[in-house]
């Protein structure tokens, strides 16, 4: 699986199994030259629900909204990549440096994030009920104690988010990192245990640990 980045710094050429769609959000003027990506969930159960909390909002949009699970298939690309997104927050520091939505690429997959036991089964934190596969695991960061069981992202969603990163380091060799949301922010939970981050860090970049 393999995606390019164009000289227009769009996504063109996605495999064929998934459905490229480029819907363009708000696009602020701010440029930006990526140094990291970092990987969200969305807490959210569809790509259109995804793609519409990214661009509902002024203060919430990214540059991937994507889902690789069932019937739904899409990588939707909402904001050129050398423009700034606004997913990481004001609160998020990455080697020291805040404002790191000025120097970073999001990735927000479509993935609802915490589950909780019900009569009826595991659902998510809205209620709905959750028929995919569950990851018990505490938070890492032992932040959200609470919180003791996950939605497990798909290996195609792995695929994919590991092919868009490929492609990005490819593009701009100024990336030298990908990290959790939850890896830059303390109250942040996404992508959670679910998302094997260490090893898509291993793969790129040869090493497990974030920069610090
Ligand atoms: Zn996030």
């Known amino acids: 699986m393999t995606f390019h980045v164009n000289a227009q710094h769009q996504l063109e050429r996605a495999p064929e199994s998934l459905e490229l769609r ?27 629900q995804l793609e519409s909390a990214l661009a509902v909002s002024d203060y919430v949009s ?14 939707t690309q909402m ?3 050398n423009v700034r997104a606004a997913h990481a927050g004001a609160a998020a520091v990455y080697r020291g440096r805040s404002g790191v939505n000025s120097f970073s690429l999001g990735i927000e997959i479509n993935n609802p994030g915490p589950l909780f036991e019900t009569p009826d089964g595991w659902a998510d934190i809205r209620g709905k009920l959750w028929d995919g596969e569950v990851l018990v695991a505490d938070h890492p960061s ?41 890896e830059i922010r303390t109250d942040k939970a996404d992508p959670g245990p679910a998302f094997p981050v260490a090893e898509l860090r291993s793969l790129l970049f040869h090493r497990t640990q974030m920069l610090t």
Not at 62 to 75: F, Y
Not at 144 to 162: G, L, N
């Open 62 to 75: 990214a540059h991937i909204a994507m889902s690789a699970r069932g019937n739904e298939r899409v990588v």
């Open 142 to 182: 032992g932040r959200f104690p609470k919180w003791q069981a996950w939605a497990r992202y798909t290996q195609d969603e792995i695929a994919v988010v590991t092919a868009l990163c490929l492609a990005f380091v490819e593009r701009y060799p100024t990336i030298v990192d990908v990290v959790g949301h939850d």
């Open 22 to 48: 480029h819907r363009w959000d708000k696009v602020p003027s701010y440029r930006i030259t990526p140094v990291v990506v970092v990987v969200h969930y969305g807490v959210t159960r569809t790509q259109s």
């Open 79 to 81: 904001v050129p990549f």
